[in-house]
């Protein structure tokens, strides 16, 4: 059974930081490239960050870049989404993505907010 379970949101100030994980169960996950998408309220999904499954190559979004870091253990089929300078407009739920062709599995989503 596929499960991807991500913890880690919550409330915290603008300018303060956050750590999301998501922890993989069910399917190979060092061979799979994983990403984070978030859906601010009212909005579309987006994507955040991507990593490769060897984490030899990450991807960041214009809005996040120089902010957000990505990373994932692949020992213990987890990855994590490092959140420093956060800001109002970081609101959103945040989910976890596993893709490799011609699969893709998402997780339930964590919710963050940025607020004073």
């Known amino acids: 059974q596929v499960q991807l379970v991500e913890s880690g949101g919550g409330l915290v100030q603008p300018g303060g930081s956050l750590t999301l994980s998501c922890v993989a169960s069910g399917f190979a996950f060092s061979t799979f490239a994983m990403k984070w998408y978030r859906q601010p309220p009212g909005k579309e999904r987006e994507l955040v960050a991507s990593?490769?499954?060897?984490?030899?190559?990450?991807w960041y979004g214009n809005s996040v870049k120089g902010r957000f870091t990505i990373s994932r253990n692949n020992a213990e089929s987890t990855h994590y989404l490092q959140m420093n300078s956060l800001k109002p407009e970081d609101t959103a739920v945040y989910y976890c993505?596993?893709?490799?062709?011609?699969?893709?599995?998402w997780g339930q989503g964590t919710r963050v907010t940025v607020s004073s």
């Open positions: 993505k596993a893709e490799r062709y011609p699969s893709n599995y």
């Open positions: 990593i490769s499954s060897d984490g030899g190559y990450t």
